[in-house]
């Protein structure tokens, strides 16, 4: 097995997101009852985990899975706050959620894609780089991942440029 490249030489600086902090003591995910959120939580860019979330356009009418959902769901269930914070109106009253970065639904792939950016260019360095979709089944890991989509899969500018090509 190869091993990984040495840090990269010259006047490449390596990631703030991977830099380390280990005396952190606030978690990635914030929650608070107002909204807004109570800090703002890319204080930023210097820890090694990093939170995004991304909210997806509801399912219309006519789209597969839209009589599976339940009639509840079927509008927006949490409005996005700010770039880094959304909110959820629960029976309890309306709770505000501030993460690292906060993709409303209008947002692209492209506009994911620039977030991670700076992370895709480390790992080609040979930076060890972790990218992880987590969610709901039918939540958009494998669209947002670049895997499915219609015109996702094709486009190199996005999450598609790393492809394993055979020597
Ligand atoms: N941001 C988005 N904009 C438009 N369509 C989306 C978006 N995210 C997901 N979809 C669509 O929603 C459907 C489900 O998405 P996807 O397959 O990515 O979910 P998933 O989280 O990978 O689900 P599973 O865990 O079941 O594999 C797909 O038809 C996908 O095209």
């Known amino acids: 097995m190869a091993s990984p490249p040495g840090s990269p030489a010259g006047a490449i600086q390596r990631p703030m997101s991977a830099m380390i902090r ?3 003591s606030s978690s ?5 009852s107002k909204q807004g959120g109570s800090r703002a939580s890319d204080e930023d860019s210097k820890t090694a985990v990093k939170v995004a979330v991304r909210v997806r356009p ?9 009589d599976l ?22 029976s309890g009253g309306r709770k505000v ?14 506009g994911v894609f620039e977030y991670v950016c700076e ?8 930076y060890n780089v972790s990218i992880l979709a987590y969610g709901q089944s ?13 015109r996702e899969q094709g486009d190199s500018k996005i999450m598609g440029m790393l492809r394993w090509k055979k020597p």
């Open 138 to 150: 039918g939540a958009g890991k494998s669209y947002t991942m670049g895997t499915t989509g219609p």
């Open 58 to 66: 509801p399912l219309k009418p006519g789209d597969p899975g839209f």
């Open 28 to 32: 990635r995910m914030s929650m608070s």
């Open 22 to 24: 280990p005396n952190r």
């Open 69 to 90: 959902v339940p009639q509840r769901f079927r509008g927006a269930t949490c409005q996005v706050t700010s770039d880094s914070s959304l909110a959820v109106d629960a």
């Open 119 to 126: 992370s895709v260019n480390s790992f080609v360095q040979g």
């Open 97 to 110: 959620f501030v993460f690292d970065r906060v993709f409303g639904e209008d947002i692209e792939q492209e």
